[in-house]
């Protein structure tokens, strides 16, 4: 069933902020709620079956931090252990602990649903949240000041792509509905305009920058991609793809490698410095349905996409041409809804997307949760769910701050930020 459409009422912009109620109980103590589906290992096929993992995570936990992560530690110093395997356990020591995560603090800036997040990069505690009206909240949940607020247009504004400025954070970058790419403060000033369609029919739908290259590249809703210099120079405006250019993302290690998502139901990637026209792509990556996302990992080795019906995809960056890993998760696409999409952890390889429980999918179950999925980027297997009863929205962006270790989700009107327990509690 769709999600209900809330009214487009106007409603003043106040921060409502709420601390986590100790009522919340773990997927756990949820468990009789949702039927319990089976995770199938990795076949011949490389495809994968996403399902609930409550009845097995008893069996990934792992000997005391002390006896694993210390030894592990001790052994790589004497060299008798491999890197590989020092991370597994981290990584693995990283499971365990998002069974104590928690909503411990929540936000209903917005007259209109979130569709954009960026997490600051130095401030651990500090986001930039936009909305489907062209409002901009830059709150730092750390602190009791007031969160600052930008007023949007409202009706057409929609803040499609959201990214602090590199070369300074106390600027932002913004792609809208409203027809321009742009840089601001958060004084609501407009510092530069890098794109502008100058008509209604035409929008920016998505940015990244590059601050080795000083470059910022953003897609339309055409299948136009334009790349300037940080200075506001064009150059050069391509058509790219035959419809809307939904993301585009410039690898972190070889920032001249660009990807390009579309509902044209395909993923190019481009190399910047050969980039002559529609046809210069380095590899076009056919999927069966429109793509919300392609995300670079942050080692740049992996490209994770996301479509708009059930397919969760990551190709190796050495072996474009290799078969992807394919997993089944249902996040199918609705009108109302911000698209889903998935995004790595940042430090490890671990992937984090919102479920929208369909009922025409194989594994879904009666009474399955709305619940922020964790796969793993390697095998493709579910490792764990959260899920909080008083937030059983679909969390249609779920992120990791750039320590690792607190995650902010867009749930509708709402923003949500986990944490772990004990920490939730400190802030």
Known sequence: MAPRKRPEAQKTPEVVVRPKSKRNRSPRELEPEAKKLC???PGSSRRFDSGCLWAGLASLRVPPLCSSIVRALHQHKLGTAAWPSLQQGLQQSFLNSLASYRIFQKAAPFDRRATSLAWHPTHPSTLAVGSKGGDILLWNFGIKDKPTFIKGIGAGGSITGLKFNPLNTNQFFT???EGTTRLQDFKG??????ASSDT???WFCSLDISVKSRVVVTGDNVGHVILLNMDGRELWNLRMHKKKVTHVALNPCCDWLLATASVDQTVKIWDLRQVRGKS???HSLPHRHPVNAAHFSPDGAQLLTTDQKSEIRVYSACQWDCPPSLIPHPHRHFQHLTPIKASWHPR???IVVGRYPDPNFKSCSPHELRTIDVFDGSSGKIMYQLYDPESSGIMSLNEFNPMGDT???VMG???LVWSPEDAGTQK
């Open 39 to 41: 995770v199938k290992g």
């Open 175 to 177: 792609s809208s509905m």
């Open 189 to 194: 000033n407009t510092l530069r305009v890098f």
């Open 200 to 202: 209604c029919n035409v």
């Open 280 to 282: 210069s792509f380095l």
């Open 348 to 350: 490890y390889n671990l």
């Open 407 to 409: 995650l902010a989700s």
């Open 413 to 415: 009107y709402h923003i």
